[in-house]
């Protein structure tokens, strides 16, 4: 099964991807949008590139943050831990760790790519990955807020709905993964 | 230890490092598309029936980056303006949910399939649960 990247394939795929340039490619791309958007309308342009360092300026000491957390990851992580926690054989603990992961995880999604693409890569499976991603939906320190604006039977509906629909989406993920002979995680 | 450290330190720049320039083209496109989100709240698009504001708020939702209280202040005034329930909470699922200027990033994270079909779900997710969470609130409210 696909889901399980403990093969030896994992390394090689990721090394390609590392060179790849299509990255950079892609941040040229945007860089030419914006030239052109400095053109045809500088005011807009100037609003976006205003919010970008906005932006910017409050994710580079977290970006900080997650390189070490990765570099402590890398270091410290056992794959066979992660199979154990995360992988084939995980059943409802993996269910369970990974939407709990989901609602506690903070923070901007770039964030979180990192670790779980070294996750993925470590043998968690798909149907895990997309649970953890859905129940992100659910930011615990945001749900007053939720309640002050819609109520709270709106809120326990928009949790409890959330939750369930992580772990189908999760379900229909690992589907759609042993339906497909390559699997999902291709990048070709 | 010292090698092992060396060794950790590598991998992570590596694998950090691949994802940088998609991570800040992904950041200045979606600087790009937030001022326009606004705007399309004057169009008078919303409020033609409910099956159109799910879509158009789970289409906007998709596209949008940023907190989710945003996302709840934007339905909110979406809300009172008399947009439907289900096209405020389509919105607000989509929004955390789905995440089409992110679908660079997943895409080198988890694999191209992977990114686009999981967005694919999410965005018929966050219309079904609109119309689930709409439909209680009518019954029991």
């Not at chain 1, 798909?126 to 129940?135: E, P, T, V």
């Not at chain 2, 339905?75 to 909470?89: A, K, Q, R, Y």
Request: charged fraction near 10%; proline fraction near 4%.
């Amino acid at each position: 099964m696909s889901s399980c990247n403990l093969t030896g394939e994992e390394p090689k795929k990721r090394a390609s991807a590392n060179k790849s340039h299509g990255g950079w490619w892609f941040l040229l791309a945007v860089l030419l949008v914006h030239l052109g958007m400095w053109q045809i309308a500088p005011g807009l342009s100037a609003e976006s590139l205003g919010y970008f360092l906005q932006v910017m300026s409050r994710l580079l000491p977290v970006f900080g943050l997650l390189f070490l957390l990765l570099w402590l990851f890398n270091l410290f992580a056992r794959p066979k831990q992660i199979k154990h926690w995360l992988g084939g054989q995980s059943g409802s603990r993996g269910w369970i760790f990974s939407i709990l992961g989901g609602v506690a995880s903070m923070g901007s999604m770039y964030l979180w790519y990192p670790l779980l693409h070294d996750l993925k890569a470590h043998g968690m499976r798909s149907s895990l990955l997309a649970a953890f991603l859905y129940s992100r939906a659910v930011k615990i320190p945001m749900l007053p807020l939720m309640v002050h604006y819609f109520g709270t039977l709106y809120t326990g509906l928009y949790v409890v709905n959330i939750l369930l629909f992580s772990v189908l989406s999760g379900v229909i993920m690992e589907r759609l993964e042993r339906g497909t002979p390559q699997g999902l995680d291709d990048n070709d | 230890m010292i090698k092992q450290i060396l060794q950790a330190g590598r991998q992570t720049s590596s694998g950090f490092f691949s994802m940088l320039p998609v991570m800040l083209g992904t950041l200045l496109l979606s600087s790009l598309l937030i001022p326009y989100i606004p705007r399309l709240f004057e169009t008078g698009w919303f409020g033609q029936n409910p099956a159109s504001d799910a879509l158009l708020g789970a289409g906007i939702g998709s596209i949008a980056v940023g907190q989710p209280v945003v996302s709840y202040l934007l339905g909110g005034e979406l809300s009172n303006s008399g947009v439907t329930l289900v096209g405020v909470t389509a919105l607000v699922v989509a929004w955390v949910t789905v995440g089409i200027t992110h679908l660079p990033v997943e895409a080198v994270a988890f694999g191209r399939r992977f990114a686009i079909v999981r967005n694919l779900l999410s965005f018929l997710f966050a219309v079904v649960i609109a119309f689930i969470i709409a439909g209680v609130m009518h019954v029991l409210v």
